[in-house]
């Protein structure tokens, strides 16, 4: 990745944050906690979860602009939401189970 394609990577993000504290209050809180989720649970690949962020983001805009709570859309379990967002996707959570299966078949065999 060259020094380019990183600042034109930062101005982006600034833009994406600049939206994000556009939302109402309640909007902001859940898109957060969102994010803090998907950055520790969440897929493996950077730039997938950039792209859902801000699926997640023109979602939460769409439905702040009809009037809709941010609860109407995400449900009450924002965490099981973000689980069905990565349904099917190759998470940290996964790669350190891997991790933990592997070192305890290693232990079995000795």
Not at 50 to 60: P, T, Y
Request: aromatic share 10%; glycine share 6%; proline share 2%.
């Amino acid at each position: 990745m060259n020094i380019k394609n990183i600042i034109e990577g930062k101005k982006e993000w600034r833009a994406h944050v600049v939206r994000v504290k556009a939302l109402p209050q309640d909007y902001q809180i859940v898109y957060k906690e969102i994010q803090k989720y998907l950055f520790k649970v969440g897929v493996v690949e950077v730039n997938e979860s950039i792209g859902l962020l801000s699926e997640i983001l023109n979602f939460f805009e769409e439905s702040a602009a009809a009037g809709k709570g941010v609860l109407e859309v995400t449900g009450p379990d924002v965490a099981a939401f973000c689980d069905a967002l990565i349904e099917g996707s190759n998470t940290y959570a996964d790669l350190y189970q891997e991790s933990v299966n592997q070192k305890a078949d290693k232990a079995k065999k000795k």
